[in-house]
């Protein structure tokens, strides 16, 4: 059972930027695939960020593209999601999610085993 805890959220204004952590209570933590996804009130999950077990291979969405930077420290337990030039429409509650390395589709929140609970980022114009 991986434990995750996310931390770094907050208000900020529009161009403004934030760093989010997720913390992993679990040793094998550096074997999982890891994500970022948000959910904005009335919508679904919403993929943003992966990172590969080894750090080697990211995937964004092309919302995020250019602006966030997905990161991990295996020695630490941890994966970074570094948003800058902040938008509005980044509101939303942001959450760090574990993926078993083999199958599935790392932009799919499905296929992630566990979940954090959150944290908000709250974006004003």
């Known amino acids: 059972q991986v434990q995750l805890v996310e931390s770094g959220g907050g208000l900020v204004q529009a161009g403004g930027s934030l760093r989010l952590s997720c913390a992993a209570s679990?040793?094998?933590?550096?074997?999982?695939?890891m994500g970022w996804f948000r959910q904005a009130p009335g919508k679904e999950h919403e993929f943003v960020a992966a990172?590969?077990?080894?750090?080697?291979?990211?995937q964004y969405a092309d919302s995020v593209k250019d602006r966030f930077t997905i990161s991990r420290d295996n020695v630490k337990n941890t994966v970074y999601l570094q948003m800058n030039s902040l938008k509005p429409e980044d509101t939303a509650r942001y959450y760090c999610a574990a993926k078993r390395p083999q199958g599935g589709d790392r932009s799919r929140s499905r296929d992630y085993a566990y979940w954090g609970q959150g944290t908000q980022v709250t974006v004003s114009s």
């Open positions: 679990e040793r094998t933590f550096s074997t999982y695939t």
């Open positions: 990172i590969s077990w080894s750090g080697g291979s990211t």
